[in-house]
């Protein structure tokens, strides 16, 4: 069988295409991506024997009139394309990871009469995915979500690297490690409000930052004006070694972020994104609280609560308990979803 995975632009997508993508071959299929050619799809997938074909693609929601009706004349050309793409590889089905380009590739492939999967990372459906859901054969969730029709949890599909197989590393050392992390773009909350809290914590903290592009000097001055031991990185490709050396983690609430950490069996201090579409980030965080592995810090609040809330989690060993936990909700997730696809194509081969 051959399938067309469509991911773009942020590792929330593409990371866990690349993750299917892995199985599906495993499994003797082939499979062909399609994106926007960013430099995060092409080093996801230059290990998968595949092929990646870029479409230009913009984001609806949140952009002014002129740009919703640029997106939506991209639409139109780019259902065209697929269709050619859908032809030339003689694909079977699809399955889009979210984002506004799973749209034209969807629409293309129920022209086609090609059977339409998709996955959701997030607590809370992305438009695409829910204009998607009406056409799909399955709706795989990240997360729990009640009543989305035709849905099955199966987790967020998470690289092989952040599944532990019990490696939990020892502090013997009398220090409190903490990696902080804004995601691959960083954070200017993260990167200014942070280290300025922790010169009245009492504790020998070590810090590991990833700060984002071009923000190392601005988040190194501040560190070193609150003579605060930290080792500061733009970006992490792969933070497995940063996260297994902390005692607990502070975050984004991006979805993919939260399921590989806490797979890692590290609580973790979310700090949701105030702006991200439907509030999905608080919702991520809500998930991650119910699991008991994580604590939410909002914007909107007094940066002294977060202080008090990190206080907390050191004085009184909280991250001990997180260490403890185990979160498998995603470690299967890749062969739930391959295993389902390949059901469905196997009772309907004349697809």
Same mark, same amino acid.
């Given at each position: ?28 299929? =082939? ?10 799809? @092409?080093?996801?997938?230059? *290990? ?20 919703? $009706? ?17 032809? @030339? ?32 990372? *997030? ?6 995915? @829910?204009?998607? %859901? ?11 979500? *009640? ?6 949890? %199966?987790?967020?599909?998470?690289? @092989? ?25 960083? %954070? ?15 504790? *020998?903290i070590k810090i590991i930052h990833q700060c984002g592009k071009n923000n190392f000097q601005e988040v190194s001055n501040i560190y070193s004006l609150e003579s605060i031991d ?50 999905? +980030? ?6 991650? =609280? ?8 909002? +914007? ?6 977060? +202080? =008090? ?10 991250? $001990? ?18 295993? +389902? ?7 309907? =081969?004349?697809?």
């Open positions: 069988m051959k399938f067309l995975l469509v991911a773009a632009k942020t590792g929330g997508h593409v990371f866990p295409a690349s993750v299917i993508g892995e199985e599906l071959t495993k499994n003797n299929h =082939e499979v062909i991506f399609i994106g926007t050619g960013s430099e995060i799809e @092409k080093n996801a997938y230059h *290990n998968l024997d595949s092929r990646l074909y870029e479409l230009s693609m913009e984001g609806f929601r949140g952009t002014n009139l002129i740009k919703k $009706l640029q997106v939506l004349f991209q639409t139109f050309i780019n259902i065209f394309k697929v269709i050619q793409i859908i032809n @030339k590889e003689k694909i079977n089905a699809m399955i889009g990871f979210g984002g506004f380009i799973t749209v034209p590739v969807g629409i293309a492939c129920w022209i086609k009469r090609k059977p339409i999967f998709t996955h959701e990372q *997030n607590a809370v459906i992305g438009s695409a995915n @829910k204009l998607l %859901s009406k056409i799909s054969i399955i709706n795989f969730l990240g997360f729990p979500i *009640n009543g989305f029709n035709k849905s099955i949890y %199966s987790g967020n599909p998470i690289r @092989k690297s952040f599944i532990n197989n019990g490696e939990n590393i020892i502090n013997d050392k009398n220090e409190i490690r903490i990696y902080i992390t804004g995601g691959s773009q960083g %954070s200017e909350y993260i990167n200014k409000q942070l280290p300025r809290i922790f010169k009245d914590i009492s504790s *020998n930290a080792e500061i990185s733009e970006f992490y490709q792969n933070p497995v070694e940063q996260i297994l050396w902390s005692d607990f983690v502070i975050s984004r609430g991006g979805a993919l972020s939260l399921s590989e950490i806490t797979s890692l069996r590290r609580g973790v201090v979310i700090i949701p994104l105030p702006t991200s579409i439907d509030n999905h +980030q608080v919702e991520n965080a809500k998930s991650i =609280e119910k699991i008991d592995m994580g604590i939410m810090h909002e +914007q909107k609040d007094h940066i002294n609560k977060l +202080q =008090e809330k990190i206080k907390s989690i050191i004085e009184n060993k909280i991250y $001990l308990k997180w260490k403890d936990l185990e979160n498998n909700n995603h470690i299967n997730s890749s062969k739930i979803i391959v295993k +389902q696809l390949e059901n469905y194509l196997d009772k309907n =081969e004349t697809l």
